[in-house]
């Protein structure tokens, strides 16, 4: 082989291990923030989850009175204003590009975000707690779906297998056997209706972020900053127009230890809020659904390392579900990211 030749073949061989190198590097930084994201959603979502049981379950005594916590908009809304607030400061410190994407697709993500929250919420005065988290373990399927329908996005096969691998696994671990006492059973009624519209109103919400992802290269906390700018604003109608404002400001004067509850629960929901969004804006609402909805399991499941709790064979196949669901389909994300790219790099050095 001439001189000139070898020398070209050692170029392109220097530029590929560079190029790989680089893909390796982009691969593990990939995978850390993953992997960050994934452990602050599930903490932080675990003390919002502690917080929220807290508020909306708490005894509020006064003269000898005992009232409840109805005031689930008004939560929402300076859970909302803390999450906008935020974002806001985070744009000021890390994200100084400028964002294109229009704000009636922030207006309409925020009104399925909105009603998802509202409905899911809204369904536990018909149905209990169980039938919610067996119908909300299969968020990811809906996401994807509406993906496919309206963000143009395709998925394989295999990719729905594993994602209903993993939402049946969550669904046998999380679900509870019901104590041989007679109960009263019920058809499809409202409360099943309200699930199936929060599921929908995910899935148009995870359809709406992939389109600014796609469309704008919408950045994280641009997203979270006006998707609940927005949401204020149609909770503060709410608000006005249901008189759960006033309403809530009377309850808030005769237990003024409220505000500073939910004022916490408003900065966990920040800080989890944020993780959210990375993820989404990073790697898609997908791999954020699979997260959220895993972390259900991730949470009972340290509650029974930590605290000895028994677990019957029918979690402990949940377990394995939830498991095998989550390795195979990175080890066939990794394969296909690995495929990709070793075409790329080879189209390159032609």
């Known amino acids: 082989m001439p ?13 590929l291990t560079d190029t790989e190198e680089e893909l390796n590097l982009s691969k593990w930084i990939r995978y850390r923030l993953l992997f960050t994201c994934a452990l602050g959603i599930i903490f932080f979502h675990l003390v919002l989850g502690i917080l929220q049981e807290n508020i909306t379950k708490g005894e509020y005594v006064k003269d000898g009175k005992k009232e409840k916590f109805t005031y689930t908009l008004a939560l929402v809304f300076i859970q909302c204003i803390i999450n906008a607030a935020s974002a806001k400061l985070a744009m000021s410190l890390f994200s100084r590009e400028k964002d294109s994407t229009p704000q009636k697709m922030f207006s309409a993500c925020s009104m399925t975000y909105l ?20 119908g909300k373990s299969v968020k990811p399927i809906p996401v994807m779906i509406l993906g496919i329908l309206l963000a143009k996005k395709r998925y394989p096969a295999a990719k729905f297998l594993f994602i209903l691998m993993i939402c049946m696994g969550v669904a046998l671990f999380m679900f509870k ?12 009624g409202f409360g099943e209706v309200l ?3 929060s599921l929908t109103l995910d899935g148009l919400t995870g359809a709406s972020q992939d389109r600014m992802r796609s469309e704008h290269k919408t950045g994280a906390y641009h997203m979270m900053f006006f998707v609940n700018l927005w949401s204020v ?14 309403a809530f400001l009377g309850f808030m004067e005769r237990f003024p230890s409220i505000l500073i509850k939910m004022v916490t629960f408003g900065i966990a929901s920040a800080i989890g809020q944020v993780f959210i969004f990375i993820t989404v804006t990073s790697f898609g609402p997908l791999p954020c659904s699979i997260i959220t909805t ?7 499941l340290g509650s029974v390392i930590i605290f000895q709790n028994p677990i019957n064979s029918r979690q402990w196949a ?8 989550l390795g195979l389909d990175s080890a066939y994300g990794k394969e296909k990211k690995d495929i990709k790219n070793v075409k790329n790099v080879k189209n390159e050095s032609r």
């Open 195 to 197: 699930l199936l519209v």
């Open 233 to 246: 604003l149609w909770l503060a109608i709410g608000l006005v127009v249901t008189g759960e404002g006033l």
């Open 294 to 300: 895993t972390r259900k399991f991730f949470t009972i």
């Open 3 to 15: 001189a000139y030749y070898k020398k070209m073949a050692t170029k392109v061989d220097i530029d």
């Open 318 to 325: 949940g377990t394995v579900l939830v498991f095998m669901g």
């Open 115 to 134: 009603g998802a929250m509202l409905a899911s919420n809204q369904s536990l005065q018909y149905i209990s707690y169980p039938t919610q988290v067996l």
């Open 177 to 188: 056997d019901k104590p041989a006492v007679a109960d009263e059973s019920h058809g499809f």
